[in-house]
């Protein structure tokens, strides 16, 4: 009874930016900590930045000085504001949340994705 819908892919040209935003919404209770993953053609998921209830950020050594993870919690949504994007970064980004519900469980959700792709 929950969704992640994330939003703001596109593409973009190498040094440019782009916000990625992911709305989470349904039977939620609280929600810990909040993440963006990336998966680029042909290679493994990666963690990019994550986000815990108390704001404690991390990054992927790749995008450290160059992506910003955020939230509001008052709109249960997670954001990432990605600078100085380069080729490397183009990928399938999916936003991940660890809910708690109102009936108590809880579990780790993945959005559908949103695909950015930077062109050199």
Known sequence: QVQLVESGGGLVQAGGSLRLSCAASGSIFSINAMGWYRQAPGKQR??????TSGGTTRYADSVKGR????????????????????????????????????DYYAMTYWGKGTLVTVSS
């Open 46 to 51: 990666e963690l990019v930045a994550a986000i």
């Open 67 to 102: 992506f910003t993870i955020s939230r509001d919690n008052a709109k249960n949504t997670v954001y990432l504001q990605m600078n100085s994007l380069k080729s490397e970064d183009t990928a399938v980004y999916y936003c991940n949340a660890g809910v708690t519900t109102r």
